[in-house]
Nanobody, 129 residues
């Protein structure tokens, strides 16, 4: 089915910025709601942000609100996560994930990893001095 690929990770100093991208293997991403998740060593996977297929709704974890922005360009088959004012605690492997959703209760489910059907391989983000 759908294959996802993240890119844009790297190593930055605190206060720096990165933009992550999530692209699909075929031109189908516009059908899917997309979530960004992250997992640090020894930590549970956490939802970071998500966006609906038509971008009429976005959600953010409290820990990144005001610093991260999710967006999508369906014509380019790509979803982005702009990360500003990065902190050491943002260090993690970041994953994008996709799901077709019927629209009900998205605000409750959007940052829960178990509802997503397709996952990328992850990209490392390291924030350190």
């Amino acid at each position: 089915q759908v294959q996802l690929a993240e890119s844009g990770g790297g190593s930055v100093q605190p206060g720096g910025s990165l933009r992550l991208s999530c692209a699909a293997s075929e031109f189908v991403l516009h059908y899917y709601n997309i979530g960004w998740f992250r997992q640090a060593p020894g930590k549970e996977r956490e939802g970071v942000s998500c966006i609906t297929s038509n971008a009429d709704s976005t959600l953010y974890a409290d820990s990144v609100k005001g610093r991260f922005t999710i967006s999508r360009d369906n014509a380019a088959n790509t979803v982005y996560l702009q990360m500003n004012s990065l902190k050491p605690e943002d260090t993690a492997v970041y994953y994008c994930a996709a799901v077709i959703w019927d629209g009900s209760s998205w605000s409750y489910y959007g940052l829960k990893s178990h509802i997503y059907d397709y996952w990328g391989q992850g990209t490392q983000v390291t924030v350190s001095s």
